[in-house]
């Protein structure tokens, strides 16, 4: 850093620190009006919401909540969620978002590991509490979250044993008046945790300066670029990504500090989204392609007008055939590429004034891309030197990240902290290229990548070159270790009942598509090893570290 | 400040500053060919534009310039002014914008006092720093501007007795690489200096962190909430505000951020300004009424398309014959309000849901109040003894305000500062109202308002009852010391010639109209003294400090 000449400050005059508490103040502002939807059940405007984050303060206030303290959520996607957002952080304390499809084992680990104090838990999710209730060593009160209390008043007040109220009777029996105090932008706001394929699950954070940034630099994008186009004045936002997962993406923030109008859809269920999705008017969303995917072959979609529908895919890389089913039914699909470490915006579609014209089918393949560098995000390719490679839309190097809005480390974890930020430089574990024009196009994961004579080539790459190969059912291409090369590729093939394909007709299609795509001769795998059944992991993803450990002998020996 | 729980951060980690560097960052990324023009004499895309700022920063740190160093600029708002407000604050200097407006004698005072090392000065201005130069005592180094360069060659590297270079010929003859350094965001960046009716010109300042945050701020009002939309797509932007006069808003910034195409017109001369709205499609600017009433009543703005022109009308009110005026031409007109020392912006007008369908005649009342209170910008209503006053629409009080973008101070003058920044808020002299609905409405000075029984009363309000009888043409209403009710309001009139008004007749007419309008009786001056001229100060404002020193005894022995 170098030394410059600071401002003078009077003695009186103050500059604010950037709190979420000053993103909540905005929704008063210009259009407190509009509307924050939970499903059928429940509905109120900006107004009331203000008034209930502050009746959410003074309930955690009285449950012996202090600034500092953790408050951790189990809950579907719900308003009551979004006054957790703003309440428990403005209040100075820390707002742990359970991620509920965690093992039960590893909820616990997650709930001692974070310190949570007082937990707010939706009934469905009772069961898991009885689970691991004797063992969370941190935890004084727990609220019950009821969604029956919208439909039905007697429950409203119902506590089941052990909890200290429920959410709504004590919402209600609160006063509306809480002044959130100022304090410092580098306070811790919120955490979560992330798995990986070993170890525990690792707890990111963020304060509320990186949230605020965020939200900063969100705006930037989808108002001042018109990446994805919002303008609370258009539109209305429905999450279907979960709230535990990275603040569902930071956007109800963004549509907070908007005022737009939001609409949470609790558990997702088909014909409740669709059903939302239409009668409220929604116009942007996130998700998966798993959801996207149900949506887009629901038969409803076909007759129903979803024109007006921008959806964000994230969490696995949308296919070019779901994009082009999607945009045909007048969907606007877009891809967001961005991780729990990094808040998670790191790139997002944005076709700029040459693509926004292009006809649907040269358009996918820009929607397709991991997306466009996010302002503000400096991200570089790194090798295994610890160099930059250049962006060249070829080169392949690690995603490595700068920016405002990165977690700084992982709780208590000071190892795989470091590992994180080794030479200064947020970690992504992915392997991309980089065009000259700002888009950034995901090639491997960095263990998956194969290192051959000083080049890196993508096993995906590989393996989408073998998939289109007629008689080709599934493909897995691992790198192994090569003496000469330092690695080299090596493939795994499910073939089609009934084909006669060997490994040397497919190594010759192979040579011939190489060489009439220009690539280099090196994307060639050394062996390929014909078997029943690709190795999965429990969630269904190729197994490429089984693959390289168990299989390596029965490959080499080919 | 509450104590909190901060972030932890591994040692390799990092979050990098609020810095001017990051804004400029962005504009290479999504639609660096967009364009920035100087009148029709210069052209270049923002891939130039960065290099520029590189090679300007080059050539100042040949002249010596290092991080705390401050360079002055004077010119015209041109591409070089652009080059400055990022390649001088990039750098870790400190950009004197200098108000060429001020008398030689106040120039002299400001470079002086805000140590100016090196100026960069357009040959228009020569003859002040003739003036001057002597007695500047901390200037070590000249740059000479010429527009002549852009059409005439040989006039690239012509340098006056003096001066150390010609600012293309320098630009030319440097290299385009230098790698901006990290430094602590409240960096100074930028100071300026606004003159009151006595004393010494009072130098404001900002930092990176401010200025980032008003840039952001900005964003979120034109871009999200679409106050006067702006969207980098669809707009461009043309100043007709100086850029020495807070930074021509901001917006230079902002539209950089966005890689918006920007036009810079160099002096304001009607059919420059004409051509270049027409010629490159300028769809927003903003200027004070003189200028936007000259182009109003230009012949040729009948004949042209006005209809993609948004204005922002600042510096003194819009009138709503003004507003109506060029609503009726098809030009958008907007307001905003703020000052030097808010650097400018807290208020903008924002139509609203409700208020944006609403017909020319009905908007003319919203588009003439000072705006809706802008975003992060807190602003309170305050009376003599620091209290609040309620912002119910009518109740007045001084506006003072806190927010990301406030001066800390005015630079070597704490008692000033103290003052400005006295209670923890600043003090902006303006009385005014705020509705529910967060529109501000401003009344008058503080110095001006008539405090009469415990209330505050408009002497401007007074004035425009008085304005609307037949046969008054001008009039001035100030406040003097009253036994019983503290202050009473009296009247200065100017007769028209031929009418036959006395002070009853008037008095009674107002009684009349005061009754009609459920004012107040206490707005009904106690003495009205009928003058041959209002006295003004040399910008032809009433002198209402004369008015009430030196007419007082003939006022109250009316």
Same mark, same amino acid.
């Given at each position: ?53 502050? $009746? ?5 206030? *009285? ?96 506590? &089941? ?41 690792? *707890? ?62 609790? $558990? ?30 629901? &038969? ?7 024109? $007006? ?104 974890? &000071? ?144």
């Amino acid at each position: 850093m170098v030394t410059t000449k600071l401002i003078p400050r009077t003695p009186e005059a103050v500059e604010p620190p950037l709190l979420i508490k000053s993103i909540l103040a905005q929704s008063l502002r210009y259009e407190p009006q509009r509307e924050i939807i939970y499903r059928d059940l429940f509905r109120m405007n900006y107004v009331e919401f203000n008034k209930r984050v502050r $009746r959410l303060a003074n309930m955690l206030t *009285g449950l012996g909540i202090a600034p500092g303290d953790t408050v951790a959520v189990l809950d579907w996607d719900s308003h009551r969620y979004l006054e957790c957002f703003f309440g428990v952080t403005s209040m100075g304390a820390v707002l742990h978002t359970v991620n509920v499809r965690l093992s039960p084992a590893q909820i616990l680990y997650t709930m001692n590991h974070a310190q949570d104090k007082v937990v707010l838990i939706h009934e469905d999710f009772l069961p898991i509490l009885t689970a691991i209730k004797d063992q969370l060593t941190t935890v004084e009160k727990y609220v019950i979250l009821y969604d029956k209390v919208y439909t039905d008043l007697n429950a409203v007040g119902q506590v &089941p044993a052990g909890f200290s109220c429920e959410y709504e009777a004590a919402l209600r029996d609160e006063s509306d008046e809480y002044d959130f105090p100022d304090f410092d932008e580098n306070t811790w706001a919120t955490t979560f945790y992330t798995t990986g394929t070993t170890g525990n699950p690792k *707890g990111v954070y963020f304060s509320h300066r990186q949230l605020f940034m965020h939200t900063m630099g969100l705006s930037t994008f989808v108002c001042g670029y018109q990446a994805v186009p919002f303008s609370s004045t258009a539109d209305v936002y429905m999450p279907i990504t979960p709230m535990f997962h990275v603040h569902a993406w930071g956007f109800p923030f963004l549509a907070t500090l908007l005022s737009a109008k939001q609409v949470y859809p609790g $558990r997702y269920e088909p014909e409740v989204l669709l059903k939302l999705l239409l009668s409220e008017g929604v116009t942007l969303s996130h998700c998966v392609p798993t959801i996207l995917t149900m949506l887009v072959n629901s &038969p409803v979609a076909k007759q129903v007008d979803l024109s $007006r529908w921008k959806v964000i895919i994230g969490g696995s890389a949308l296919t070019k055939g779901l994009a082009k089913a999607a945009l045909e039914l007048g969907i606007q699909v877009y891809q967001g590429y961005g991780m729990s470490e990094t808040a998670p915006i790191m790139a997002l579609t944005q076709l700029n004034d040459t693509e926004r014209p292009l006809p649907i089918d040269e358009q996918v393949d820009y929607r397709t891309r991991a997306g466009r560098v996010a302002p503000f995000v400096d991200i570089r390719l790194m090798d295994d030197d610890g160099n930059f490679v250049p962006h060249d839309g070829h080169s392949l190097g690690e995603v490595v990240a700068r920016g405002y809005w990165m977690t700084q480390g992982y709780y208590e974890d &000071p190892e795989r902290g470091a590992d994180l930020w080794k030479g200064g430089w947020l970690h992504t574990g992915d392997v991309a290229s980089v065009t000259p024009d700002n888009w950034l196009i995901i090639a491997d994961r960095t263990k998956d990548v194969v290192k051959t004579g000083g080049e890196w080539v993508s096993s995906l790459d590989i393996e989408n070159l073998l998939s289109q190969i007629d008689g080709v059912a599934e493909t897995a291409v691992v790198g192994l270790p090569d003496e000469r090369w330092g690695e080299r590729p090596h493939a795994l093939v499910v073939l089609k009942p009934g084909t006669d394909l060997t490994a040397d007709s497919i190594r010759q299609m192979l040579r011939d598509r190489i060489e009439a795509d220009h690539l280099n001769k090196w994307y060639l795998p050394d062996r390929i090893l014909f078997v029943a059944e690709i190795p999965k992991t429990s969630v269904g993803k190729i197994d490429k570290k089984r693959i390289r450990t168990d299989m390596k002998d029965q490959i080499l020996n080919t």
